[in-house]
């Protein structure tokens, strides 16, 4: 290639840039016209249903070379600033900066909404349920050890609904002030659960110790002799610290899932899923008669897990995740007649389904 055609080609770039940052600008200036409408109705700045819809007409739309993954994380980042300049967006997670919480609110939001950092569970939905944050994110469910069992507990009585939800990739790394000498290693009990095998063949000797997140874990050797933290590599650069070994779990198809919780209810998509939580009587075939109105209107239920009634010992509700949405008929029809059947049943959310992030 001779330097004119460089020249030429950089020419070309540049011409783009200008079309793309005043595309952005315009796009921009209409985002804040319908941030003024939504204002004047009373409608919420973000709507999980709406964005998830703009997403996939970007993939719909997209012919390459751009794979799909990395337009959709340039378009996340261009829709965040835009819904900034409507109004701040105040969202509650579990941990501090760089906890996986915070980065899998960060992969759904964009960084340009504000991330209220948030000592346990609790904490999230107490913000989002008391109105000091409007969206919260905690994690549900890991690939690996299962079931939050703290999230289960208040959506049992939470106000608050699901709106969407977000799979996280979980990559762990063991990080130190720079030492390689480890005596303890500090993390969640489900990040040191999640490389428990590594653990063993590579630091026998070492102790391990819990704390309340992996965030807080990278904090708390910064200055510590013969100590190192699991944790994300985005926490080890915010601390300044060494990533001695990454990709340290056990198993690398490691996802969380965390859902986003917040007030109202959300519209359909076409590609939803609804989660639900009832309760049956303690006799034989109570399940499989609850469970018929799945079969009758022959909807795929992805999830069901039990969960054990406080001070009513070997009672259970069962928490159910099923494709779909409540505002189809058919699974209006299928809820109403499983209302009729249970002893106990809530409607969790309907939200658009949520994909792998990379």
Not at 7 to 25: F, G, P, Y
Not at 108 to 120: D, N, V
Not at 311 to 316: G, H, I, K, S, T
Request: aromatic share 6%.
């Amino acid at each position: 290639m001779t330097a004119s055609s460089l020249s030429i080609l950089r020419k070309q770039i540049e011409e783009n840039d200008r079309e793309i940052v005043a595309l952005l600008n315009e796009r921009s200036r209409l985002a804040l016209e319908i941030g003024h409408i939504k204002k004047e109705a009373g409608l919420p700045v973000f709507d999980p249903a709406q964005e998830g819809q703009v997403y996939r007409r970007i993939c719909e739309i997209n012919g390459g070379p751009l794979p799909d993954r990395s337009l959709l994380a340039i378009y996340r980042e261009i829709i965040s600033a835009c819904r900034s300049l409507q109004a701040p967006l105040s969202v509650a997670c579990l941990g501090p900066e760089a906890s996986f919480s915070h980065l899998a609110a960060q992969a759904h939001f964009g960084k340009s909404a504000r991330f209220i950092p948030c000592g346990s569970i609790a904490d999230v939905f107490d913000s989002v349920e008391r109105k000091k944050a409007q969206w919260g994110v905690v994690p549900v469910e890991n690939s690996l050890e299962g079931t939050v069992k703290a999230t289960l507990d208040r959506l049992l009585s939470t106000p608050l609904s699901i709106r969407a939800e977000i799979f996280f990739p979980v990559h762990h790394c063991l990080i130190s002030p720079g030492t390689d000498q480890i005596g303890r290693v500090y993390s969640h009990p489900q990040a040191l659960a999640q490389c428990q095998d590594w653990l063993k063949k590579n630091l026998p000797h070492a102790s391990l110790h819990t704390v309340e997140s992996t965030a807080r874990a990278v904090a708390l050797i910064a200055e510590s002799d013969e100590s190192a933290a699991i944790g994300s590599s985005e926490a080890a650069a915010l601390g300044n610290l060494t990533v001695l070994y990454d990709r340290i779990e056990d198993h690398p198809s490691n996802v969380t899932r965390f859902l986003v919780i917040g007030e109202g209810t959300g519209t359909r998509t076409g590609r939803d899923k609804t989660s639900v939580l009832f309760g049956t009587h303690h006799e034989p075939g109570a399940l499989h008669r609850l469970l018929q109105p799945f079969v009758a209107q022959e909807i795929n239920m992805v999830k069901i897990e039990s969960y054990p009634i406080r001070d009513r010992m070997w009672e259970y509700l069962f928490f159910v995740d099923f494709v779909g949405s409540i505002e189809e008929e058919r699974i209006g029809e299928c809820l109403e007649n499983l209302r009729n059947r249970a002893t106990f049943f809530k409607i969790l959310g309907s939200y658009p389904r949520g994909d792998v992030q990379s």
